[in-house]
């Protein structure tokens, strides 16, 4: 049986959601406008006042707002309520320039703990559950959110944050907790070291995992799920808009349901910023329609995403975004190849080997080199040379039929490639273009 946290809202006619979608839209322009004077500005350059916006098809006349606008407007140039008022903050990795440091209202904390609380009852989480939040507390969303989302359902909320990870199994196994919340990597992680410890998916109590926060293949998901004895569910956020539960998987796990009450969204074309007719892929772009504290129009995600329109089994009206290709940004150009990790990771996992690999770019002679180290599962582990040579020319082929190009695929051993706790590091660039 479906489970809802707030069916009313979740499983709403989509009339029902324009009609709240248009209320709400209206809203938060003229309180961007009355709040935020950098959101005046940008607006008044483009012509436009709050009377502009009647509906949802007036969003389009509304100016974008980029990762730079965030960082121009650093710290407190977007708050649009008194720092009185505001009760948290949370921040970004932040890999290049200044961090981005969202606010929240109480109210901002508690519709996002909702929406995490949605994720977590569409996976089947109930109050008589055990809920491990493995993603890392503090700046980052991933730990405070599903904590908060865990508490809202009642779950018994394990906070274990990320590391440690045979205290982690211990946990889940003295506990028996049902639910495991970190990123996939982190995931496969935890399964790789079950194995080791001779533990079979009978000898686990899961019965579900919330990962997201990265971009994962399905098979990836099919490899976690058979070792663990779990059904693995993808979740979508980000720290900008609130943090996990922008969007998230049910039953179905065929694409993830945005909480379109609180996010409106829109596909463009990352290149001439038009809005894309439905159904295509392109860059997605949120508004949040609750936010007080950190209220964001049209904010470019630079993920490159398709949404599905199509009536989803589990009930739901939400539209669904399919798991995003990567970002506009950390895709890959190689030898004027577009090249997504996501793909590299879809042919390993085909050709047997796991998720604990690195691709390493560099320019040489004005060329682009294209190396990929891919670790040997413990399996299939052999110092034999010849074999270890004809692993990484099948590897290689199978890389160049997906791509298009040409890899060098070097194989190392089982546990050379560094783990992480949070998100994994794929790719390391080293052009200087
Ligand atoms: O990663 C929030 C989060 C925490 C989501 C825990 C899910 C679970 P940021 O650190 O701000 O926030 O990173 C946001 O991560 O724009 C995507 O590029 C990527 N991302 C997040 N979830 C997914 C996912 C959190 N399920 C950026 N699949 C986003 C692919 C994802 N990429």
């Given at each position: 049986?479906?489970?809802?946290?707030?069916?009313?809202?979740?499983?709403?006619?989509?009339e029902?959601?324009?009609?709240?979608?248009?209320e709400?839209?209206?809203?938060?322009?003229?309180?961007?406008?009355?709040?935020?004077?950098?959101?005046r500005?940008?607006?008044?350059?483009?012509?436009?006042?709050?009377?502009?916006?009647?509906?949802?098809?007036?969003?389009?006349?509304?100016?974008?707002?980029?990762?730079?606008?965030?960082?121009?407007?650093?710290?407190?140039?977007?708050?649009?309520?008194?720092?009185?008022?505001?009760?948290?903050?949370q921040?970004?990795?932040?890999?290049?320039?200044?961090?981005?440091?969202?606010?929240?209202?109480?109210?901002?904390i508690?519709?996002?703990e909702e929406?995490c609380?949605?994720?977590?009852?569409?996976?089947?989480?109930t109050?008589?559950?055990?809920?491990?939040?493995?993603?890392g507390?503090?700046?980052?969303?991933?730990?405070?959110?599903?904590?908060?989302?865990?508490?809202?359902?009642?779950?018994l909320?394990?906070?274990?944050?990320?590391g440690?990870?045979?205290?982690?199994?211990?946990?889940i196994?003295d506990?028996?907790?049902?639910?495991?919340?970190?990123?996939?990597?982190?995931?496969?992680?935890?399964?790789?070291?079950m194995?080791?410890?001779?533990?079979?998916?009978?000898?686990?109590?899961?019965?579900?995992?919330?990962?997201?926060?990265e971009?994962?293949?399905?098979?990836?998901?099919?490899d976690i799920?058979?070792?663990?004895?779990?059904k693995?569910?993808?979740i979508?956020?980000?720290?900008?808009?609130?943090?996990?539960?922008?969007?998230f998987?049910?039953?179905?796990?065929?694409?993830?349901?945005?909480?379109?009450?609180?996010?409106?969204?829109?596909?463009?074309?990352?290149?001439?910023?038009?809005?894309?007719?439905?159904?295509?892929e392109?860059?997605?772009?949120?508004?949040?329609?609750?936010?007080?504290?950190?209220?964001?129009?049209?904010?470019?995600?630079?993920d490159?995403?398709?949404?599905?329109?199509?009536?989803?089994?589990?009930?739901?009206?939400?539209?669904?975004m399919?798991?995003?290709?990567?970002r506009?940004?950390?895709?890959?150009?190689?030898?004027?190849?577009?090249?997504f990790?996501s793909?590299?990771?879809t042919?390993?996992?085909?050709?047997?080997y796991?998720?604990?690999?690195?691709?390493?770019?560099?320019?040489?002679?004005?060329?682009?080199?294209?190396?990929?180290?891919?670790?040997?599962t413990?399996?299939?582990?052999?110092?034999?040379?010849?074999?270890?040579?004809?692993?990484?020319?099948?590897?290689?082929?199978g890389?160049?039929?997906m791509?298009g190009?040409?890899?060098?695929?070097?194989?190392?051993?089982?546990?050379?490639?560094?783990?992480?706790?949070?998100?994994?590091?794929?790719?390391?660039?080293?052009?200087?273009?």
């Amino acid at each position: 049986m479906e489970r809802y946290y707030q069916e009313e809202i979740e499983c709403a006619s989509r009339e029902k959601i324009r009609e709240i979608q248009n209320e709400k839209l209206k809203k938060q322009v003229q309180h961007v406008w009355d709040n935020v004077p950098y959101y005046r500005k940008k607006m008044e350059a483009k012509g436009i006042t709050p009377a502009d916006i009647q509906s949802i098809d007036d969003l389009h006349k509304l100016p974008f707002i980029t990762k730079d606008d965030l960082r121009e407007s650093y710290p407190y140039g977007l708050l649009g309520m008194p720092l009185k008022d505001c009760v948290r903050i949370q921040s970004t990795s932040g890999t290049t320039g200044k961090r981005v440091v969202a606010f929240y209202t109480q109210h901002d904390i508690d519709l996002w703990e909702e929406c995490c609380a949605r994720a977590l009852t569409a996976a089947g989480a109930t109050d008589e559950d055990v809920c491990q939040v493995s993603y890392g507390y503090g700046l980052f969303t991933g730990g405070p959110g599903l904590n908060g989302g865990s508490h809202k359902i009642g779950c018994l909320t394990v906070p274990t944050s990320s590391g440690n990870t045979d205290r982690q199994i211990m946990f889940i196994q003295d506990l028996k907790t049902t639910i495991l919340c970190c990123t996939p990597s982190y995931a496969a992680y935890l399964g790789e070291r079950m194995k080791e410890m001779g533990l079979g998916p009978d000898d686990i109590p899961l019965k579900a995992g919330i990962f997201g926060a990265e971009a994962w293949s399905e098979e990836m998901r099919h490899d976690i799920e058979k070792t663990m004895g779990i059904k693995a569910y993808d979740i979508y956020g980000l720290t900008e808009l609130s943090g996990p539960g922008v969007s998230f998987e049910c039953s179905a796990q065929d694409g993830m349901h945005i909480n379109e009450d609180h996010f409106l969204v829109e596909i463009i074309d990352p290149d001439t910023l038009e809005v894309l007719p439905d159904g295509s892929e392109g860059e997605l772009v949120f508004t949040s329609l609750d936010k007080e504290a950190y209220p964001l129009l049209r904010y470019r995600t630079k993920d490159i995403c398709q949404l599905k329109y199509e009536k989803c089994s589990c009930g739901r009206t939400f539209v669904r975004m399919a798991k995003p290709r990567g970002r506009s940004d950390d895709m890959l150009i190689i030898r004027g190849v577009n090249v997504f990790p996501s793909q590299i990771e879809t042919v390993l996992l085909n050709h047997g080997y796991a998720a604990n690999y690195q691709i390493i770019v560099d320019r040489v002679n004005n060329t682009d080199t294209f190396d990929v180290q891919v670790e040997m599962t413990p399996e299939m582990f052999t110092d034999n040379l010849g074999e270890v040579e004809a692993k990484q020319k099948e590897l290689s082929d199978g890389l160049k039929s997906m791509l298009g190009i040409k890899a060098k695929v070097t194989l190392v051993a089982p546990k050379s490639i560094a783990r992480s706790e949070g998100k994994a590091v794929r790719v390391i660039d080293k052009r200087k273009i």
